[in-house]
């Protein structure tokens, strides 16, 4: 699929992401998130059974497998 970014040769390839999500305060990270990865701005899509997906895991408050630091920059 052509990339959606205006101006951009890229296409989009499967591949298996990090994806992070906030809430409030709270960051959390997803492993292995299946999504489409622009091959040129790297532009991703997550397709919304993903997006589901993700936020039942939140919902359903599942044990992460592994947790990991959040450092702030500053
Ligand atoms: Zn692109």
């Known amino acids: 699929m052509k990339c959606s ?3 951009c040769p890229g296409q989009y390839d499967p ?3 990090v994806h992070t999500l ?3 305060s709270k960051i959390f990270v ?3 998130v299946p999504a489409e990865v622009c091959s040129v701005c790297g532009d ?3 397709a919304p059974s993903t997006i ?3 936020e039942k895991l939140l919902y359903t408050k599942s ?3 592994k947790t990991a ?3 702030e920059y500053a």
Do not use: A, D, S
């Open 5 to 7: 970014i205006q101006g």
């Open 15 to 17: 591949k298996l992401i």
């Open 22 to 24: 906030q809430r409030g």
């Open 30 to 32: 997803f492993e292995h």
């Open 44 to 46: 991703t899509l997550l």
């Open 52 to 54: 589901k997906h993700l």
């Open 63 to 65: 044990k992460p497998g």
């Open 69 to 71: 630091p959040v450092y």
